[in-house]
């Protein structure tokens, strides 16, 4: 059976400081993982991974993934407030995504 | 439309009732995906619509769920004789041809929060 597995569960950090969330996972078949950033109801996109060691960027976000081991990291550099939210992480096997239970980031002033 | 569409956007519905949800995909996307997330917990595959494909229903958790899509366009979930466990947000994502299109993802719309009393 496919698992995604994030850790921390939760996460409470001060502005402006770097985190880093992890995601592992066993899935046969696998293509590609997708972060997302869930602040209400409709999770947002972040990035998509298919290549091993190549980072993906967007500002203060970055995400790698390590094909080997089975695992991929998204970091947070200066954190704000508005980085509060559930970060989720899932693995694209076949027509389906699996998410993992995802990472509550809570930022404070 | 500009992004996935979801409504109602809550609904309360007393236990043994049926309710039904309805998404609209964006325009154009071939591929839609129902999936629940329960209060506090990750995201569970329902159902997922492929074009004009059979659906793959493996994600449904009892035969009192059922989806339906005509085309490309609009899905409708059907809860039948809602338990309280069926409680939670239902969300619908839309996509192009996934895996095919690298750097997009899927596009999920904001949910519909049901709550079964």
């Known amino acids: 059976e496919d698992k995604v597995v994030q850790s921390p569960l939760s996460l409470v950090v001060h502005e402006g400081d770097t985190v880093t969330l992890n995601c592992s996972y066993e899935v046969t078949n696998f293509r590609s993982l997708l972060w997302y950033k869930q602040e209400k109801k409709a999770p947002t996109f972040l990035f998509m991974l298919?290549?091993?060691?190549i980072e993906k960027k967007s500002g203060r976000l970055s995400s790698i993934l390590d094909k080997k081991e089975l695992f991929s990291i998204l970091n947070i550099t200066a954190t704000q407030t508005g980085d509060s939210a559930i970060y989720l992480c899932?693995?694209?096997?076949?027509?389906?995504?699996?998410f993992g239970e995802g990472t509550q980031l809570t930022v404070n002033p | 439309g500009a992004g996935v569409s979801q409504s109602p956007s809550n609904k309360v519905t007393e236990k043994g009732k049926d309710v039904e949800l309805r998404c609209d995909p964006i325009?154009?996307?071939?591929?839609l995906y129902w999936y629940r997330q329960r209060l506090g917990q990750g995201l569970e595959f329902l159902i997922y619509f492929q074009g004009n494909s059979a659906p793959d229903k493996s994600g449904l958790p009892s035969d009192r769920f059922s989806a339906e899509r005509t085309g490309e366009s609009v899905s409708t979930l059907t809860i039948q004789r809602t338990q309280q466990e069926d409680s939670a947000v239902y969300l619908c994502?839309?996509?192009?041809?996934?895996?095919?299109?690298?750097?997009?993802?899927?596009?999920f719309g904001s949910g519909t929060r049901l709550t079964v009393v």
């Open positions: 994502a839309s996509s192009p041809i996934p895996w095919l299109i690298p750097n997009y993802g899927y596009t």
């Open positions: 899932a693995v694209v096997r076949g027509s389906r995504l699996t």
């Open positions: 298919t290549s091993s060691g």
């Open positions: 325009s154009g996307h071939t591929a």
